[in-house]
């Protein structure tokens, strides 16, 4: 069985992620500590909070050290929507947060004149084709224009936009939701709310760690 690890950063209801990793035969464990983190086969950083508590949470005994040498190692790490928020530079949300600092680029509010913020519901992705064909497995394999749903008020803005694996809409404005970067795999909505599509992605994610280790 692929065995991944679940980082609890004490803010996200993890029993969604942890149900979909096993619908697809995946065994998912929650760690919460440095050494448990190095020790794992896969990181998924979950989604759920704000960006400026979740940091205090991993600093407080080391564990953003942990993630971002898991990160130079070479292992694999899937973030999911503010997990996916957390790889980048800095947030604006509340205030001016550093994040990991593994992706270079920026956290930003949507602006009101784009849609209703928050941006909540189904919406479709585009898959940069060009960007994903360069990488040996894609998690985002087939779902191409296909809906995800998404719930969140801001966006990622990678300096690297080749490493934006999709784009999506939101009013009129395209805005990142999901990123390929070395090992890491991202994305803005959240698989695990998604059906089957969700599954599907999960799905390959499990592959790709299997594949990979």
Same mark, same amino acid.
């Given at each position: 069985?692929?065995?991944?690890?679940? *980082? +609890?950063?004490?803010?996200?209801?993890?029993?969604? *992620?942890?149900?979909?990793?096993?619908?697809?035969?995946?065994?998912?464990?929650?760690?919460?500590?440095?050494?448990?983190?190095?020790?794992?086969?896969?990181?998924?950083?979950?989604?759920?909070?704000?960006?400026?508590?979740?940091?205090?949470?991993?600093?407080?005994?080391?564990?953003?050290?942990?993630?971002?040498?898991?990160?130079?190692?070479?292992?694999?790490?899937?973030?999911?929507?503010?997990?996916?928020?957390?790889?980048?530079?800095?947030?604006?949300?509340?205030?001016?947060?550093?994040?990991?600092?593994?992706?270079?680029?920026?956290?930003?509010?949507?602006?009101?004149?784009?849609?209703?913020?928050?941006?909540?519901?189904?919406?479709?992705?585009?898959?940069?084709?060009?960007?994903?064909?360069?990488?040996?497995?894609?998690?985002? +394999?087939?779902?191409?224009?296909?809906?995800?749903?998404?719930?969140?008020?801001?966006?990622?803005?990678?300096?690297?936009?080749?490493?934006?694996?999709?784009?999506?809409?939101?009013?009129?404005?395209?805005?990142?939701?999901?990123?390929?970067?070395?090992?890491?795999?991202?994305?803005?909505?959240?698989?695990?709310?998604?059906?089957?599509?969700?599954?599907?992605?999960?799905?390959?994610?499990?592959?790709?760690?299997?594949?990979?280790?």
């Amino acid at each position: 069985m692929v065995n991944v690890s679940i *980082v +609890d950063f004490g803010l996200s209801n993890l029993n969604s *992620v942890i149900s979909a990793c096993e619908h697809v035969g995946m065994k998912a464990t929650i760690v919460s500590n440095p050494k448990q983190i190095l020790k794992s086969n896969a990181l998924i950083l979950p989604g759920v909070g704000a960006f400026g508590n979740a940091m205090k949470n991993l600093k407080k005994n080391g564990m953003d050290k942990s993630i971002i040498e898991f990160y130079k190692k070479g292992k694999q790490i899937f973030g999911i929507c503010l997990g996916m928020q957390l790889l980048f530079d800095e947030s604006n949300e509340n205030g001016k947060f550093k994040g990991l600092g593994i992706i270079k680029g920026k956290v930003r509010k949507f602006d009101n004149k784009h849609d209703i913020v928050p941006n909540i519901g189904w919406n479709k992705i585009s898959v940069m084709k060009k960007n994903v064909n360069k990488n040996e497995k894609s998690s985002l +394999d087939n779902s191409n224009g296909q809906f995800f749903y998404f719930v969140h008020s801001y966006y990622c803005e990678p300096k690297d936009k080749k490493s934006l694996s999709s784009i999506s809409n939101f009013g009129k404005f395209d805005f990142c939701s999901s990123i390929i970067f070395k090992n890491i795999e991202a994305y803005q909505f959240h698989p695990e709310k998604s059906g089957k599509n969700g599954l599907n992605i999960y799905n390959n994610i499990k592959n790709k760690i299997k594949k990979n280790n």
